[in-house]
Nanobody, 128 residues
């Protein structure tokens, strides 16, 4: 059974950096788009960044573009999110996700309905 296991969350000061990683099991990397969603208590999960399995640009939400970088390693079956210049509003639970939609922008921007698999989530807290 496919599993997504996140790691790398934690507490960081504003302006700092964190790197999230996701190990993907039982998955063929041509199966769809991988990405990261996040959720703040009381709000819906939102797509942060996604990357497709085929040629194409990664997608970033407006709130993180220029600060976050997504990457995938098709040999190691891993997904990463490098988060720089973190802000308090980035505080959330971050989820690694897989969508059968190969289009990165659609997989991320159309909401949780496009997600087929979720990881357990990892907490990121940005605070001084």
């Amino acid at each position: 059974q496919l599993q997504l296991v996140e790691s790398g969350g934690g507490l960081v000061q504003p302006g700092g950096s964190l790197r999230l990683s996701c190990a993907v099991s039982e998955f063929t990397f041509d199966d769809g788009a991988l990405g990261w969603f996040r959720q703040v208590p009381g709000q819906e999960r939102e797509g942060v960044s996604c990357i497709g399995s085929r040629n194409g640009s990664p997608y970033y939400s407006d709130s993180v573009r220029g600060r976050f970088t997504i990457s995938r390693d098709n040999v190691k079956n891993t997904l990463s999110l490098q988060m720089n210049n973190l802000k308090p509003e980035d505080t959330a639970v971050y989820y690694c996700v897989l969508s059968s939609n190969h289009d990165a922008e659609e997989a991320c921007s159309m909401g949780p309905i496009e997600v087929d698999y979720w990881g357990q989530g990892t907490q990121v807290t940005v605070s001084s």
